[in-house]
């Protein structure tokens, strides 16, 4: 469960596919696994090359397998086809449980099939384009992708904050410019007018950036 839960969380594939990985579709040594045309959901092949942590697993996979069965994930030598006892006593074991009014009994709050939804959720948050992360958990189109790739208060926040950081690291650019922001003209006692030298047009429309002389000169 621990090594099926785990390759959920980091590539968001979908439990059928996860559980319908074979031996003759993992190559230990380059660190990557696919799928053929026609085995996946969506139809399409689909090849990921595996993190450290994935790798360990694959690897720990491996050494357990039983040579009469050719699936990776395998219980007694037989393939794994459902799991809801263990995952029921997981989710109970750490408190994702609750009563299920649907069903009028108690049971987890969660299913594998979230994972998938993280596992977009981190990989754009981590900087991987959205389309490699798009081909990695295997997402055929973009309305699809975007129910997952939920954009939370925080991830508004981290935009914000990244932008700071990038404009605060363009202040003294190598080419000798420096960027004038609103606090450096009021603190200007020089007298000096500063120069209009940068003018694009940004999506918003026309926006004026004021530079002045840096140490190289103009």
Partial sequence: ?????????????RKSELLSLTWDKVDLKQGII??????????EARTVY????????????????????????????APVRDFRNAWEVACKAIGLWAMDKKKGRMGPTRILHDFRRTAVRNMVRSGIPERV????SGHKT?????????????????AARRQQAYLKSQDVP???????????KM????????????DFVGA?????????????GF
């Avoid at 190598?174 to 450096?184: Q, R």
Wanted: hydrophobic share 30%; net charge negative; proline share 4%.
């Fill in 142 to 158: 973009r309305s699809v992708f975007d129910r997952y790739h939920i954009v939370s208060q925080e991830d508004l926040k981290e």
């Fill in 34 to 43: 696919w799928l053929d045309p026609g085995e996946t959901k969506n139809g």
């Fill in 1 to 13: 469960m621990n090594s099926l839960v785990t390759f959920s969380y980091r590539i968001g594939w």
């Fill in 174 to 184: 190598a080419d000798g410019y420096i960027l004038v922001t609103s606090e450096k």
């Fill in 50 to 77: 595996l993190d450290e942590e994935l790798q360990k697993e694959i690897h720990f996979l491996h050494s357990h397998r039983h040579l009469g069965c050719a699936n990776v994930f395998q219980r007694d030598g």
């Fill in 187 to 198: 603190a200007s006692v020089s007298g000096k007018p500063f120069m209009q030298v940068l």
């Fill in 204 to 216: 918003g429309g026309r926006n004026r950036t004021d530079t002045e002389p840096g140490p190289t």
């Fill in 133 to 136: 992360a798009m081909e990695v």
